[in-house]
């Protein structure tokens, strides 16, 4: 059996020390229970000397949490924090206090101005005070990261000594290279006596993007809890993010000889119910839970994924509970990934059939950023206009505007490919465009209906116009046409409809002269 890696879960504390991600106590309490139904080992409710909020939401998780389990309070070596913090601790089946403080150059002489001393007898009695209220204390060593290695190894010392059960070695500012804290971690783990009876933690942020990089070295070399945050939330540029080491672990069970419990298919639930509470979107791009994190987009990559998953996956979706492998239909699709999508939606085509629509495909491609469901089956549906055409567009141009008279310049081809020009003024560009139309096409109707809508979403979306024409003899004709451009589908949704009126007159016009034949 591999080694158990502790998952300690402070979103509720580090992370919502991200700026604008501050959360009242309903809210985390909804989070404290994913936190729970995904088995996190640890969870950091809070500061509870911070606020009256901060009280009140670390006891009522503790209240929640039950022997599923430990939950943390927060504080500062201080007599005072503590026993704030063991009070709102006392609903917790599990307690834990963190208590700590700065032991960098910097810490020591700036902030705490303290001798290194003051600082190792400090935390001695920060642990020694925490013990009378709970058999769980972890004590931080703030900063460690930018610390002195003897003065490291001298304090955490102390504390195994005073009775911590784990010790946390924090890369506070996300200084460290991983090999340099990984470095650390063994020092401490073949220096300090008793620490094999102690829980090695550690605590990294994500100053130089490698929090996730320094925890896992860390566990190579002797960790055993990692302290991290859903989404990677946390001081300026984050904390560790839960779902990388998790999944990084999980990945790499065997080279890294660690497991641990968390239950991965929460993931993504987790991730999701932490953006929405507190309102800081994830980055498309970001590992196992962003948007794209298992959207294909290239065409060689696409091809490979409809092939075999794993050929660009390393991961499968339904292992961190996402919807499963998306392929992105975009200018940069190919055959595969199209003629794949238009299967799923139920259309099938011989390979003649297929090319057209591939190059129809193209052609929204080029237009839109991502050609979505909707766009395929306008595709489609515009090609059997299309086959069925008598008029067919070759170019139509408008110029409109203030103080300008709306005018249209159109080509349309006939049955032979011969072009046909014309240029008409109307009431505004459409008007123009169809009193062009009906220069070159002559046949009798009243538009009695013209409607428009988008059929996909933002911007780029394609518009689909729906038009009636009456002709005389009261028979109603529709067509439609759909484009980018609304003059462009305005004018092709006209000549479709006026391509039905031609070509049912045409077969009344057929069956007549069979009648009348027949007749003779
Ligand atoms: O980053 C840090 O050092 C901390 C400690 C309080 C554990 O958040
Ligand atoms: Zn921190």
């Keep these: 059996m591999s080694r158990k890696i502790a998952i300690f879960d402070t979103t509720l504390r580090d992370g919502e020390q991200s700026p604008g991600a501050s959360m009242n106590t309903e809210e985390k309490l909804i989070i404290a229970r994913q936190l729970v139904r995904m088995k996190v080992d640890v969870i950091e409710a809070g500061f509870p000397i911070s606020s009256p909020g901060d009280f009140k939401s670390v006891q009522e998780i503790g209240r929640i949490a039950g022997d599923?389990?430990?939950?943390?309070?927060?504080?500062?070596?201080?007599?005072?924090?503590?026993?704030?913090?063991?009070?709102?601790?006392?609903?917790?089946?599990?307690?834990?206090?963190?208590?700590?403080?700065?032991?960098?150059?910097?810490?020591?002489?700036?902030k705490l101005r303290m001798t290194e001393e003051q600082a190792i007898a400090r935390a001695i009695h920060a642990v020694k005070y925490a013990r009378n209220f709970v058999d769980d204390v972890e004590f931080y060593a703030e900063d460690a990261g930018r610390s002195d290695q003897e003065f490291l190894v001298r304090i955490i010392q102390a504390a195994v000594k005073a009775g911590a059960t784990v010790v946390n070695i924090p890369d506070t500012t996300g200084y460290n290279m991983p090999w340099d804290f990984g470095a650390r971690i063994r020092d401490l783990r073949e220096r300090v006596d008793g620490i094999e009876d102690v829980t090695i933690s550690v605590h990294t942020h994500?100053?130089?993007?490698?929090?996730?990089?320094?925890?896992?070295?860390?566990?190579r070399n002797g960790a055993t809890q990692i302290e991290c945050t859903i989404n990677g939330l946390g001081e300026r540029a984050g904390n560790t993010s839960l779902e990388e080491v998790v999944m990084a672990i999980h990945m790499h069970e065997e080279a890294l000889d660690a497991h641990t419990d968390i239950v991965t298919t929460e993931l993504t639930r987790a991730s999701k119910l932490v953006s929405s509470i507190t309102g800081i979107n994830v980055q498309p791009n970001k590992a196992i839970v962003g948007a794209n994190a298992f959207a294909h987009s290239s065409g060689i990559h696409q091809d490979g994924v409809l092939k075999a998953r794993d050929t660009y996956e390393i991961i499968d979706p339904a292992d961190v509970g996402a919807g499963g492998s998306q392929i992105i239909l975009s200018a940069r699709s190919g055959h595969a990934a199209l003629r794949h999508r238009m299967g799923e939606l139920g259309y099938a085509f011989n390979d003649e059939e297929f090319e057209t629509i591939y190059q129809s495909f193209l052609e929204v491609a080029d237009k839109k950023k991502e050609v979505y469901d909707e766009d395929l089956e306008s595709i489609v549906h515009e090609r059997e206009r299309v086959s069925a055409a008598i008029w067919t567009l070759g170019a139509v141009q408008v110029s409109c505007g203030f103080p300008l008279t709306p005018t249209a310049t159109l080509t349309l081809l006939d049955e032979e490919g011969a072009e046909h020009k014309v240029c008409a003024f109307g009431t505004g560009p459409i008007d123009a465009v169809y009193k062009a139309v009906n220069q070159v096409v002559s046949v009798d109707n009243d538009l009695s209906e013209f409607a428009i809508q988008a059929v996909t979403r933002g911007i780029d979306a394609l518009g689909e116009v729906t038009v009636r024409v009456t002709a005389a003899d009261g028979e109603v004709y529709t067509g439609r046409g759909s484009d980018g451009d609304i003059v462009v589908s305005s004018t092709k949704a006209y000549l479709n409809a006026l391509n039905r009126l031609i070509s049912h007159q045409r077969e009344r016009a057929a069956d007549n002269a069979a009648a009348t034949a027949d007749a003779q």
Aim: contains cysteine; aromatic residues 0%; glycine residues 8%.
């Design 68 to 110: 599923a389990c430990t939950v943390c309070g927060l504080t500062r070596a201080v007599d005072r924090d503590i026993e704030v913090a063991a009070e709102a601790l006392r609903t917790a089946k599990c307690p834990r206090i963190h208590t700590g403080l700065g032991v960098s150059p910097s810490h020591l002489r700036d």
């Design 206 to 219: 994500n100053d130089l993007g490698m929090a996730t990089a320094l925890a896992l070295e860390s566990v």
